[in-house]
């Protein structure tokens, strides 16, 4: 396998996913205005009507962009392109379009008709199913310093809450315009510059690269029309399908300690959440941590009912902020995260 392989890889998937969202997120734009599927940005004073579910984009993108990579490589790959000298290449490109599927399609339900606080985590383990029915994952992560760890009974418990955490914790972030775009972002070139450290031949990363190709295309593009002022909701089948994605990237790329890292404010948001709430409740059950004030700041509540959310955090430490500033705030904590996650790696290396 030469060695900018991989690379092409990745310049491909970013370029289809990349257009195919452009095109196809107005087209979904459009049809919730139709439909009347829209929100309330309550972030904002003039509260606009946002259309919703626009992670039917996010979808689409990632799903066609790898299926069209896919399907006429998944024997052998064309002439130019001997990529597969791994042998488990097709069936994890395979399970991560079955698992991303099931996300998506329990996100499009949950934008529907809300589930309970408890069934959507639930159901989220039904999405790690085939990575365990096709035996797709290896009970041998990589951490720094120690190594290749062999937990295998254990492993298989963790699989079943690869997709069910991390798209979990996306979603209980994405509450302003372009948070969850632009920390993906972030958080996926932290990890390619990472995968690169651990193996800088570039070796048995086409699956990674496919992945991340796809991933890092579609974010870009809906980051176009996500950002502030939103002209779309991502919706719950945005965010579930993203941070399902990640946790598909984690466990089949083999990269689990490098993804857990750059996840840290996502993952540490929704610890937060769930330990002051004590337990597993709907966002929309729940009282709003912040509120808007008159001159569109936005401050903590006063209520010790509501979460402890790390946007709560960040305005309690910081006081006031407006929307938009309270988002890079989330990027810089994304870079610094990023930032570990590319320490971790270099750690890694050297064992």
């Given amino acids: 396998m030469t060695n900018n392989v991989p690379f092409e890889v990745f310049t491909i998937q970013f370029v289809i996913s990349f257009i195919i969202v452009l095109i196809t997120t107005p087209i979904v ?41 896919f399907i006429p490589n998944m024997s052998s790959l064309t002439e130019g392109y001997d990529l597969i000298k791994d042998s488990t290449f097709d069936i994890r490109v395979v399970v991560f379009l079955i698992s991303v599927t099931i996300a998506f399609l329990i996100g499009i339900y949950d934008d529907l008709k809300p589930f309970n606080a408890a069934a959507k985590p639930v159901l989220l383990i039904l999405a790690s199913i085939p ?28 699989v079943l809450f690869v997709v069910s955490i991390p798209a ?12 969850t775009s632009s920390t993906g972002i972030i958080l996926l070139i932290s990890v390619i510059i990472s995968v690169i450290i651990v193996d800088p031949e570039v070796e048995h990363l086409s699956f990674i690269f496919l992945i991340i190709g796809s991933l890092l295309g579609t974010l870009m593009a ?18 579930l399908t993203i941070g399902a994605a990640y946790g598909l990237l984690a466990c089949l790329g083999q990269i689990e300690f490098i993804v857990v890292i750059a996840l840290l404010p996502q993952i540490q948001n929704s610890f937060s ?14 009282s709003r941590p912040t509120k808007l004030r008159e001159d569109g700041l936005l401050e903590t509540t006063d209520g010790h009912e509501a979460p402890v959310t790390l946007t709560r955090l960040i305005l309690g430490a910081l006081g006031p902020l407006s929307e938009k500033n309270i988002v890079r705030i989330f990027g810089f904590l994304s870079i610094l995260s990023g930032i570990l996650a590319i ?9």
């Fill in 29 to 69: 734009m459009k049809i919730m205005k139709k439909r009347k599927i829209i929100g309330i940005d309550v972030h904002k004073l003039s509260r606009p009507e946002v259309p919703e579910m626009g992670g039917i984009a996010v979808f689409i993108g990632i799903f066609v962009s790898v299926l069209v990579y």
């Fill in 222 to 239: 809906f980051h176009i029309f996500s950002r502030y002022p939103a002209k779309i909701f991502g919706g719950d089948s945005g965010s």
């Fill in 343 to 351: 320490l971790s790696a270099f750690l890694i290396r050297v064992i």
């Fill in 273 to 286: 959440i769930l330990a002051s709430v004590k337990g597993l409740r709907e966002r929309r059950q729940m």
């Fill in 168 to 179: 979990n914790s996306v979603n209980m972030l994405d509450v302003f315009n372009g948070s």
């Fill in 131 to 158: 990575i365990l029915v096709m035996d797709a994952y290896s009970p041998t992560p990589v951490l720094p310093i120690i190594g290749p760890t062999r937990l295998t009974y254990f492993y298989v418990i963790l």
